[in-house]
Structure formats: C-alpha cells, structure tokens
C-alpha cells in the first residue's frame, strides 16, 4: 500500500468549541495525494472525540496527565505514515482552500526540515488581541528560509540573534518525515518547537516561513495570564539562549511605552475606537512586560489554574 503524502495531526483536549471552526476549514483544503488524518486526545469531557471522529480523524485517547508538548507529539508522529507531517493546535484556523499546498511548498527544498505558517488574528478579535498576533514575526508577508553557515553554531551569535534564528512555532506548521523521526520534539514542557528548531539549525537543515498560508489564531488574555504566559516565553528564552527580554526597570518602562503607545497607534487606524480598550491597554501591555522581567529573574508565581492555562 503507498503511504499518504500528507498526514494531519492535531493534539486535543476539549476542543469541541474550536473544531466548529478549524472542522469545517480543512474540509475546504483542495490537497493533491492522499491525506492521512490522526489525533490524539487528553481524555476531553465534551464532544470533541465525535467530532473528529465524523470528521475522518483516526483518534487515540490518552489519561489527562500523560500530555506533554513534546512527548504528545512524538506520539502521533510514531504514527503517522506521511511524507509530511502537518501539525495544527486545535484552535488554529487555516484562511483559504490552498492555505495546506501553500505551507507544504517550501518542503520541495530537500534542505528544509520545517515550514511555519504565517499567523494572522480572526476578524472578531480585539483590537489588542489582533495588533498583538500582527506585531510578531509569525505574521510577517515575506517568505523567508533560515539556515546557519556551514561550521556556525547557534553559540557563536549574540542571544538576540540566535533567538531569530531558532524561532519557530507549532501552531500550524509543516516537517519532512524524515526530519521528525531523526530529530524527535525533545522531552519539554514548554517550547519544545524552539528547541527542535534550535536542534535542526545545528544540523545544517533549514527553517522556513510561508507568508500565503495564511492561519488565524490569537489568545485573549486575562492581565493574569498575559503575565504568566510572557514569564514562561521569558524564563524559557534565558535558559535555552541566555537572552534577557527585561533586564531591569529601564527596559520595563521601554517595552511598556513602546507597547502602548503601538496600541494606541494601531487603534487610531482603525473605524472605531472603543474607549475600554484604550483604556485597557496600559493594564494587559504592564502585566506582559511584569511577566517579561520576572521571567528574565527566573521567578515562579502560585497563580492558580486559571492563569497558568495550556498554552498553544
């Protein structure tokens, strides 16, 4: 039997409210070649497993605590027969009917081990919400493919640039095969895509970026989890590159004007302005950069459940 070209994979936990959305979008992909569908699901207590199911998804259920990024991942990879190996979060949205063939074109390139869409928000959200997702390089237009120099090591560049370079996102994104099943996600438990791309840069592959597949996806923070999820990015950035996102007061008091005064720009552009959210935004950009600093001095923070959500 030939094995699939493509093969789709989706981790889920209780994501019978985003399959309404991310459902019907792949049901609009036109794909060429035969198309393997799996996922696997964290013992979701709501609709989520029937849905796949109807869907043509071939799922596998896990216990709840045995979800980890990495490991989660690897799991549907020992799975999957595909040349390509397609990953989604359950609350990402491809835009378009060729979003998937558009994302899996840089992969023609023998040396490209992985391909990240370009993130855009959905129209419904927030104007902070939406400059948030449109001010990160995953937004960018520009094509992009990203590779070291023969015999440079991701330890000869200034953390600020070796960050760039292994930047990388699993939120819509496309692997060779083969480059997964040499260079498995690695056991951690947050930003385990940075650190396989960090891997594979090391290796001599190439990273890609495909500006025309377009995938919405955004998150409305609470101020408490905006802090705690700028912590973790901040925390992780120090111990895998040695990079200090807010290293002190001075670099607080920037990052929050530059933040704010982005929000307010962006607004002004915008057809409506709508007071709360100006009004909110000095609140969620000071708790993004108080996140940012804390996380650069390594320090934990009891927040409860409710802010220290699993993030995509």
Not at 143 to 156: F, K, N, S
Not at 235 to 250: D, N, S
Request: proline share 7%.
């Amino acid at each position: 039997m030939t094995a699939p070209r493509l093969s789709i994979l989706l981790p889920t936990l209780n994501a019978a409210g985003d399959l309404q959305r991310l459902l019907p979008a792949l049901a609009q992909q036109e794909i060429s070649g035969e198309v393997e569908w799996l996922a696997v699901d964290s013992s979701s207590t709501d609709q989520t497993v029937s849905l796949l199911e109807g869907a043509g998804f071939d799922v596998q259920v896990i216990p709840r605590h045995e979800f980890s990024h990495g490991p989660t991942r690897n799991l549907l990879v020992s799975r999957a027969k595909g040349t390509y190996l397609l990953f989604l979060t359950q609350d990402a949205v491809p835009v378009g009917p060729d979003c998937i063939e558009q994302l899996l074109k840089p992969l023609e390139d023998l040396s490209v081990a992985a391909v990240g869409a370009r993130l855009v928000p959905h129209p419904s959200d927030d104007p902070l919400t939406a400059r948030t997702v449109l001010a990160s390089p995953e937004a960018s237009g520009l094509a992009q493919v990203r590779r070291l120099p023969p015999g440079q090591v991701l330890a000869d560049l200034a953390p600020t640039e070796a960050v760039q370079q292994a930047r990388f996102h699993n939120v819509a994104c496309a692997y060779r095969a083969q480059a997964l099943i040499k260079w498995p996600f690695p056991q951690e438990a947050f930003g385990e895509d940075v650190v396989w791309a960090a891997l594979v840069l090391a290796q001599g592959q190439a990273l890609a970026h495909a500006p025309l597949a377009m995938v919405r996806h955004a998150h409305c923070y609470s101020l408490l989890g905006a802090l705690e999820r700028y912590r973790l990015d901040a925390a992780f950035l120090r111990r895998q590159f040695g990079f200090r996102v807010r290293p002190g007061p001075i670099s607080m008091l920037r990052g929050w004007g530059h933040e704010v005064r982005a929000d307010w720009k962006y607004m002004r552009g915008q057809e409506r302005i709508l007071l709360r959210y100006l009004l909110r935004s000095p609140f969620l950009r000071g708790a993004m950069v108080l996140g940012q600093f804390l996380g650069t001095l390594g320090w934990n923070l009891p927040l409860g459940r409710a802010a220290t959500r699993r993030y995509s």
